[in-house]
């Protein structure tokens, strides 16, 4: 059976999507605003951008002059604004001051992954959306991504039964060391930033609860050292029914080319069957130029550009339908948990059950 979200969006493709546009406004016009969700927004119908903020007077005119929009730098002007939806791409650190901000002022939201830095947060999160009435979406943009949910269909199909998946996400992260992500009470480290993609992912294919989390981590660059961050993270997870989830992610892989080259890795083992993916699997041909450049297959790597074209469409389409989401902001806080106990983990050097017990 097709998964409901992939089934909706096929459905809006066809034209059957209401015909009320929601009025939409940008939080933040930097990196994640530029490599997707510009593009992503300029091809959905049903919305207009109608205000862009950043507290980066240039980089707020830049994303506004994108949609014929205003521009704004002051966050309370911005919320005063006539919005149906505020969309935060802002560093991990701000979204729960944000998103409550804009909640209480009568918005829907969409907040980038991770939810919030902490699960305290996130939480308070979740409240506010439910006593204002309001929507909260997290964009785990990997279940949008037709990658996975393809394997997630074949899992279905060939009664795969997953007992333990391997899932890597690694990079050669590209900042200077005094770049927001290296600091953890800014981004959480690699371990949080990228490792709730992972956590995520593994929650999603088993359909299982998280038990309890080893984890080790390493500081393998410079960077790393210098703020005392993880940029190598390791997590052994174990869900209900004895299945079994690893998951690395890094920042620390040595790739020459800007953004380094972002590496997949799935190995799936089932009781039926194993399933194994990764895109290292094909040739590679490389690119000399000044240096040595490996193939960008797309502006990020880590998914697809349609992939959050996919998702937006999908979280607009829940507002105006009054539906619920295939993917909750609950599913965040999950996914945030399990990283953050991972990150606990590491540090006491014992597995971490959930509530709160060490082994």
Request: glycine share 6%; charged share 30%; aromatic share 10%.
């Amino acid at each position: 059976m097709r998964n409901h979200y992939i089934l909706f969006v096929d459905y809006m493709n066809k034209g059957e999507a209401m015909a009320e546009v929601l009025k939409v406004g940008v939080i933040g016009c930097g990196n994640i605003f530029n490599l997707a969700h510009k593009d992503a927004l300029k091809k959905i119908s049903g919305v207009k951008v109608t205000a862009c903020m950043d507290i980066n007077e240039s980089r707020a005119k830049d994303g506004a002059k994108e949609f014929k929009a205003e521009a704004y730098t002051n966050l309370d002007e911005f919320l005063d604004l006539d919005l149906d939806v505020v969309q935060i791409l802002t560093p991990t650190y701000t979204h729960a001051e944000i998103a409550i901000k804009a909640l209480k002022s009568g918005k829907h939201v969409i907040v980038e992954k991770p939810i919030a830095l902490k699960t305290s947060e996130a939480r308070k999160m979740i409240k506010t959306a439910e006593k204002e009435g309001l929507r909260l979406f997290v964009g785990h943009v990997r279940r949008f991504d037709k990658r996975w949910v393809q394997i997630k269909e074949v899992i279905k199909k060939r009664n795969i039964l997953p007992m333990q998946i391997k899932k890597s996400e690694v990079q050669g992260l590209p900042f200077p060391v005094h770049y927001w992500y290296w600091d953890e009470e800014k981004s959480g480290g690699v371990a949080i930033d990228l490792g709730v993609h992972v956590t995520d992912f593994l929650r999603w294919f088993f359909e299982s609860e998280p038990v309890q989390v080893f984890a080790i981590g390493k500081m393998i660059k410079e960077e790393a050292k210098v703020n005392s961050t993880y940029d190598h993270f390791i997590m052994m997870i174990k869900f209900e029914g004895g299945k079994v989830g690893i998951a690395e992610v890094s920042w620390a892989y040595p790739y020459p080319a800007r953004y380094g080259v972002f590496y997949h890795h799935l190995d799936i083992i089932g009781k039926n069957g194993r399933i194994r993916y990764t895109p290292m699997d094909t040739p590679v041909v490389g690119v000399a130029k000044s240096q040595f450049e490996m193939p960008r297959f797309s502006p990020l790597l880590s998914t697809f550009p349609d992939a959050f074209e996919r998702e937006l469409r999908y979280f607009f389409e829940c507002i105006k339908r009054d539906v619920e989401s295939m993917i909750t902001a609950n599913d965040a806080l999950v996914a945030l948990e399990i990283a953050e106990k991972g990150v606990e983990s590491a540090k006491r050097g014992k597995a971490v059950k959930f509530g709160g017990e060490t082994l």
